[in-house]
């Protein structure tokens, strides 16, 4: 799956990012909970996360994850997209919550992260 | 060893807006000297939780990063006010982190845990009153 195709799944716009849409995404996680986030996920992954700050962008950076999805129809602010641009990440926008997006890029084909990093 | 690179970095206590900001400059330092990526992920990811319990727990502190052809080390090293129960703080779910903290996504009690995961080798000494020490490394070879 590419991030192209997680932007149709959860009828998405991209909010920066357009020429990173054609990358592949092998996982995804759902969480607002970035400790968790943390602790759980490889790379190649896509967020999907209802929690807007920059530190959702931090994050990202450090675990290598190529795609961010915000659900519920939040903006994120011009800082949040500038960092996620300098990071090299693709942010997306849905209008599906987090539980609906998680469960149509499922239902198409796209499990869910390891339970382990390393 | 030979140290390659080693450079200091100062965390703010409570300085939430830029917490992160010295583990983004030691993840792109290590990309550019060409560290293999599932060490640097992991480097990285054990930066950013140290990091971000100076700037939660601790009242200011240093974060430094020392390579060398074996290894990236990490040091965290505050002036207090240090843990009391260092078993407790190593348990998963365990934390002290405050409000501000948790709406922005962390306190779920996983930092130390998940650091010493992620590293080869970790050590924290901790003394109340005085602060605390972190050191972990990371094998550049299997």
Known sequence: MTIRDVMEIVEGVVLTGEDKLDSPVD?????????????????????????????????????????IVFSRGKQPSEEILEMAQEADIAVLSTRMTTYTACGELYTHGLPGTREKTN | ?????????????????????????????????????????????????????????????TLTLQVDPEMVTLISKD?????????????????????????LGFGAGMGLPNMKRNATTFDIQSQVGVGTTIMMGFALRG
């Open chain 1, 27 to 67: 996982t995804a996680c759902g969480s607002d909970l970035m400790s968790d986030v943390l602790a759980f996920v490889k790379d190649k992954t896509v967020l999907i996360t209802g929690l807007i700050n920059t530190h959702v962008v931090r994050t990202a950076e450090m675990l290598d994850i190529t795609c």
């Open chain 2, 79 to 103: 002036v207090g006010p240090g843990i009391p129960d260092i078993d407790k703080a190593m348990t998963e779910g365990f934390s002290t982190a405050n409000e501000e903290a948790r709406t």
């Open chain 2, 1 to 61: 060893m030979a140290i390659l690179l080693e450079q200091v970095f100062p965390v703010e206590a409570g300085a939430y807006a830029t917490a992160g900001e010295a583990s983004t400059t030691i993840k792109r330092k290590l990309k550019q000297l060409g560290i293999d990526a599932n060490v640097l992920r992991r480097v990285s990811v054990a930066s950013y939780e140290v990091e971000l319990n100076l700037v939660i727990h601790s009242m200011g502190g």
